[in-house]
């Protein structure tokens, strides 16, 4: 005999005090039955009239927004976008939030991912518990950096014009211009041309360069419109059969400048979306790292090859970098940045099946910047065997880094350095670098 399904609860209200931050840009409230509310648009401290947007009666937790603001917070502003709110677009979570308390409830969700994940508080991670913003970000309230500069736009089947997401949905919110956009990307006038046929628009701006970039991804069926924009750009498509990126026109990459280098990045592959971002992460790293000349390093998840470029220029001709990246374009494309470099070499392939076939037991300097999941155990095992000086952990999301730095720590390392960095303002999201070193050293 089946059993009754459960009675859904989106579109309950109810009264509640919001209670602390929690990962994912939402606070945590409770009905006056206990059930947990994982509510956006509010700020810790604030009484709310929360609406289930997702849940049903039994369920763990209830998603909710809050609809009406009955005690504000300090730290409330009105948003900055007027697509920000409930119901509306799903790219920003903190535009109603002073950008100080932005940063500050982002120290508060790393601070207690490590305290759960690692059992670290600040002091023992070696930070001072702020979040720094990137340079020129610090603004007055009601301003909003403009810094994101690849935008990937939903196009509306209806209309076939191009907006952003609702927050977990597939609905598309029109948007005549996003503010956080870069220049670059702003300039493009993507939100007034007809898209028709056309799933997604991915706009890239790159950094130290004019050049600019579309990535059009068609529905099924679909036929490409002719680009006029109000830019010079070149154009890609993602193929419906096998999801590659192809050139229509132009070149099929962008140059990205960073670390006194150029770099080349192919097909929309990964480059840190904030223009200050790649020289604020290396900048902390090679801090953190203090190469040597002669040493033997790894970048892993390397990408195109920005830390291993800053690592190579560092150890010199005696020194020798491996680079490790799974993506085949990507590798392409590091070894074309990298190739003035006799002693790096970058391999094809998942960091955890490579590394132990390059037959490497010793190294003295190690950087990974793995995706959002993590290294996982299997990977910091090894590397914790390798004995190396220092350790660099390029993290974008808290969670995955406590976790991590709790396995490191299984293996003998300990964290001797922790910096946070806001680069991804009006969002929940930010940019950690920890700086590890062998139990004892230094102690």
């Not at 192809?246 to 099929?252: M, T």
């Amino acid at each position: 005999m089946q059993a009754e399904p459960k009675k859904s609860l989106v579109g309950e209200e109810y009264e509640v005090e919001v209670g602390p931050v929690a990962h994912g840009g939402h606070c945590i409230a409770r009905t006056d039955e206990g059930q947990v509310l994982f509510v956006r648009h509010a700020l810790p401290g604030e009484r709310v009239l929360a609406r289930v947007t997702d849940g049903e009666e039994g369920a763990r937790f209830l998603r909710a927004d809050a609809v009406e603001i009955l005690t504000a917070s300090k730290d409330r502003i009105e948003p900055p976008c007027p697509y920000a709110g409930p119901g509306q677009c799903g790219g920003c979570d903190w535009q109603h939030a002073k950008p100080g308390a932005q940063r500050r409830l982002k120290g508060e969700v790393l601070a207690e991912q490590l305290k759960r994940l690692a059992d670290l508080t600040p002091e023992e991670a070696g930070w001072d518990g702020t979040v720094v913003p990137a340079e020129g970000d610090k603004l007055p309230t009601g301003q909003v950096p403009q810094w994101r500069t690849r935008v990937q736009y939903a196009v509306d089947t209806e209309t076939g014009l191009a907006g952003l997401r609702r927050h977990r949905s597939h609905e598309v919110e029109a948007i005549d211009h996003c503010m956080i956009a870069a220049p670059g990307v702003s300039e493009l006038g993507i939100e007034k041309r007809d898209w028709s046929g056309m799933e997604t628009v991915e706009a890239i701006a790159a950094t130290g360069s004019q050049d600019r970039q579309v990535i059009l991804t068609p529905r099924p069926g679909g036929r490409l419109p002719i680009v006029e924009l109000d830019r010079p750009v070149s154009v890609l498509r993602v193929e419906e059969k096998d999801g590659g990126v192809h050139r229509v026109h132009g070149r099929p990459f962008v140059r990205e400048r960073a670390d006194d280098r150029t770099y080349r990045v192919g097909n929309g592959g990964f480059w840190q979306v904030h223009p200050k971002s790649a020289d604020t992460l290396v900048t902390a790293v090679m801090q953190g790292l203090l190469p040597r000349k002669g040493d033997m390093a790894l970048d892993l998840y390397c990408g195109v090859g920005l830390f291993a470029g800053a690592l190579a220029d560092r150890v010199g001709e005696a020194g020798a970098v491996l680079g490790i990246e799974s993506g085949k374009r990507a590798v392409e494309d590091a070894r074309h940045n990298l190739a003035a470099f006799d002693r790096v070499r970058i391999e094809q392939g998942k960091v955890e099946a490579v590394l132990p076939r390059t037959g490497i037991t010793e190294v003295d300097l190690i950087v990974l910047d793995p995706p959002r999941a993590g290294a996982g155990r299997r990977t910091v095992e090894h590397l914790s065997s390798l004995g190396a000086r220092r350790i660099a952990y390029v993290a974008c999301d808290p969670a995955a880094l406590a976790r991590d730095l709790g396995y490191f720590r299984d293996g003998g390392y300990r964290v001797r350095m922790l910096r946070a960095f806001d680069l991804f303002p009006m969002t929940h999201h930010l940019e950690c670098v920890a700086i590890l070193e062998p139990v004892g050293k230094g102690a």
